[in-house]
């Protein structure tokens, strides 16, 4: 069993920064690949990005690839997403989740544990 509590969501104006954390407990921290979700109101959760086991290779959905970061540190047992050049339509509450696999997956269905949610507000 995985327990994730994600943190560091806010309002930030458009073009600001933030970077969300999310802290797993358990021995077995880094036998999951790590994924960041979304979803905002009236919409479905969509895949934002993810981190294989040892943090070598990372996946991103293409709304957000070149201005967010997925890293992680196994020793924290901790998964960081690093998000610059904000826009009003990055708001939505933010998930992390944990994926008993090998390979870096980037759908729902394939993540087996899942975070409370943050959330983030970029305002106009």
């Known amino acids: 069993q995985v327990q994730l509590v994600e943190s560091g969501g806010g309002l930030v104006q458009a073009g600001g920064s933030l970077r969300l954390s999310c802290a797993a407990s358990?021995?077995?921290?880094?036998?999951?690949?790590m994924g960041w979700f979304r979803q905002a109101p009236g919409k479905e959760r969509e895949f934002v990005a993810a981190?294989?086991?040892?943090?070598?290779?990372?996946s991103y959905a293409d709304s957000v690839k070149g201005r967010f970061t997925i890293s992680r540190d196994n020793a924290k047992n901790t998964v960081y997403l690093a998000m610059n050049s904000l826009k009003p339509e990055d708001t939505a509450v933010y998930y992390c989740?944990?994926?008993?696999?090998?390979?870096?997956?980037?759908?729902?269905?394939?993540?087996?544990?899942w975070g409370q949610g943050t959330q983030v507000t970029v305002s106009s």
């Open positions: 358990g021995r077995t921290f880094s036998s999951y690949v």
């Open positions: 989740a944990a994926g008993n696999t090998v390979a870096v997956v980037t759908t729902t269905r394939r993540y087996d544990y």
């Open positions: 981190v294989s086991r040892r943090g070598g290779s990372t």
